[in-house]
């Protein structure tokens, strides 16, 4: 199974993606895990996204971009992957079906994550990352609508939209039947 997941920030995309690469058996992929990661190391990439992050802003496509053609050429990526906050913009997009064509592959399904935004500040502020002051949740939020809500039309064709408000467990649920009533 090959899976996007796009949503908001904070619409618990991230926690689903986790249950999820259980259920199916296949990694979860994570772009700002990854970026949290070199950054956390103080690599070259992780030092180039730093200023992108803090203020909530995306980083570079291509230098985004080098890094899931990277990791997708990873042997656990052949069986399937759940990608986790990426594309975020239609070049990402492009991007990413051209790697995919360059294995034979498609995306099985797109997962939309849909949650009011005032329901998502109040539980970012309660998240405490160092990119959840209010201001830079705002300006998240601005980002996701001009940048990555195109990519809801892009995918139009195999977009599940799933409500993400409710108890964890229900939500996996709902991916689970709304993927499975598409089959
Ligand atoms: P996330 O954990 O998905 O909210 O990502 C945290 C931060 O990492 C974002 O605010 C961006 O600065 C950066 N980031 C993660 N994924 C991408 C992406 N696909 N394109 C550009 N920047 C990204």
């Known amino acids: 199974m090959r899976l996007v997941l ?25 772009t700002g895990d990854l970026f949290r990661a070199n950054l956390k190391d103080e690599t070259p ?6 200023s992108y992050m803090d203020a909530g802003n995306l980083v570079p496509d291509s230098v985004t971009v080098a890094m899931v053609k990277d990791r997708l050429a990873d042997p656990d990526a052949a069986k399937g992957f759940i990608l986790d ?23 099985d399904a797109v997962v939309e ?16 990352r160092s990119d959840d002051n209010e201001e830079v949740i705002r300006n998240r939020q601005q980002v996701y609508r001009d940048e990555t809500a195109p990519l809801l039309r892009y995918y139009a064709d195999r977009l599940v939209t799933v409500d993400a408000v409710g108890e964890v467990p229900e939500i996996t649920d709902r991916v689970t039947t709304a993927l499975e009533a598409r089959k």
Do not use: M, N
Not at 8 to 14: N, R, S, W, Y
Not at 45 to 50: C, H
Not at 86 to 95: E, G, K
């Open 6 to 30: 796009v949503g908001p920030p904070g619409a618990g995309k991230g926690t689903q993606a986790e249950r999820l690469a259980q259920q199916l058996d296949v990694p979860h992929i994570s």
């Open 45 to 50: 990439l992780g030092l180039e996204a730093r």
């Open 85 to 107: 906050g990426f594309p975020r913009t239609v070049p990402q997009a492009d991007a990413l079906a051209g790697i995919l064509a360059e294995y034979g592959v498609e995306l």
């Open 113 to 128: 994550f849909q949650v009011d935004d005032e329901v998502v500040v109040q539980r970012l502020l309660g998240r405490g």
